[in-house]
Structure formats: C-alpha cells, structure tokens
C-alpha cells in the first residue's frame, strides 16, 4: 500500500530549527520526485521545496531559501526537510508529496497539481 508519512514538528521559537522527516513506503520512490508543501489557515496550499529523483536538483520557495535545506535519502526512502531560522509565518501544516516526473521547471515541479500522491501532514508552530 503506497504511502507517505511525515513525522517531526512541533513547537518552536523564532530563531529556532525543526526537522521533518517524510517516510515513504508501497512505492518504487527512487523514481520519484520528493517535496514538502505547506499550508496555514486561511492561505492555499504552497510548495516549500522540492528534490529530483537522485537527489541532484533541488528547488525552493524564494521565502525559505538560505533557511530551510531538504535531503533524501533513497536507501531508506525518507526524505528531510531541515528548517533553520524559523520565523511564525512558517507556522502551518507541512505535507510531503511524490511525483513520477522531473520537469526541470519550477513552475512545474513546485506545482501542487503535479504530484500524484500526498501525505497526512505534520503541524509545525513557531511561536514565543
């Protein structure tokens, strides 16, 4: 059964680092290309970054670049979203996302629309 299951989260403070994990299960991933979209109450769904299959391209939102760094690791099919200098605007419900395509194109593979298979989410706080 395909799957994808983030893990990590919580509560932070501004200035502060989290790190969440997406394990991905039921599916050749190696293939895949891997992101973490985010979403807060009241905005739509944003993508935060994205990594190609073999992990040799890597795209971020102009928000968190320099902050935020994302790894995969194939071997074991997780995928990393570390999170350095949190401010609150980070604050929302981080999801990870699959998809069998590498468009080499932002406006595509940090597209919502484009990814096939999505997880549950994990809440992330930053908050004094």
């Known amino acids: 059964q395909l799957r994808l299951a983030e893990s990590g989260g919580g509560l932070a403070q501004p200035g502060g680092s989290l790190r969440l994990s997406c394990q991905a299960s039921?599916?050749?991933?190696?293939?895949?290309?891997m992101a973490w979209f985010r979403q807060s109450p009241g905005k739509e769904r944003e993508a935060v970054s994205c990594?190609?299959?073999?992990?040799?391209?890597?795209y971020f939102a102009d928000s968190v670049k320099g902050r935020f760094t994302i790894s995969r690791d194939d071997r074991e099919g997780t995928v990393l979203l570390e999170m350095n200098s949190l401010k609150p605007e980070d604050s929302g419900v981080y999801y990870c996302?699959?998809?069998?395509?590498?468009?080499?194109?932002?406006?595509?593979?940090?597209?919502?629309?484009?990814?096939?298979?999505w997880g549950q989410g994990a809440q992330v706080i930053v908050s004094s």
């Open positions: 996302a699959a998809k069998r395509s590498w468009y080499e194109n932002p406006k595509m593979d940090m597209n919502s629309g484009y990814y096939e298979f």
């Open positions: 039921g599916f050749t991933w190696i293939y895949y290309t």
């Open positions: 990594i190609s299959n073999g992990g040799r391209k890597k």
